[in-house]
């Protein structure tokens, strides 16, 4: 909900847990630790969530697709993801949602 009430459109939510994750992102790198952890860990929490979401079967499929994203730069900001200021076209691509699923995330 925006702070009228009124529900957030998906670019609008998206754009706001990117700003929020990249703000934790920073604030662990000022306090000492590795981006390799923050990365890793963030992951992690990730495939966790989506797995309680979605089941594990539809997680699976949606990181098979992963490797071919990630060789076409799909992932890759420049110069640093922490200079940069988010757009919705740089932040989460519509496919990074499995897909077959009722349930939104």
Known sequence: MDE???ALG????KR???????DA?????????????????AIFAALSDMIDLHGQEE???????LP???RKGEFTLAPSKLDMQPTVENEVGEDDE???TDEEA
């Open 98 to 100: 499995p897909k077959g």
């Open 25 to 41: 992102w920073a604030a662990a790198l000022a306090r000492g630790v590795s981006p390799e952890a923050i990365a890793t860990t």
């Open 16 to 22: 706001i847990a990117l700003s929020l994750l990249l």
């Open 68 to 70: 071919a994203r990630v």
């Open 10 to 13: 998906e670019a609008e939510e």
């Open 59 to 65: 997680v699976a499929r949606l990181c098979d697709a």
């Open 4 to 6: 009228e009430g009124r």
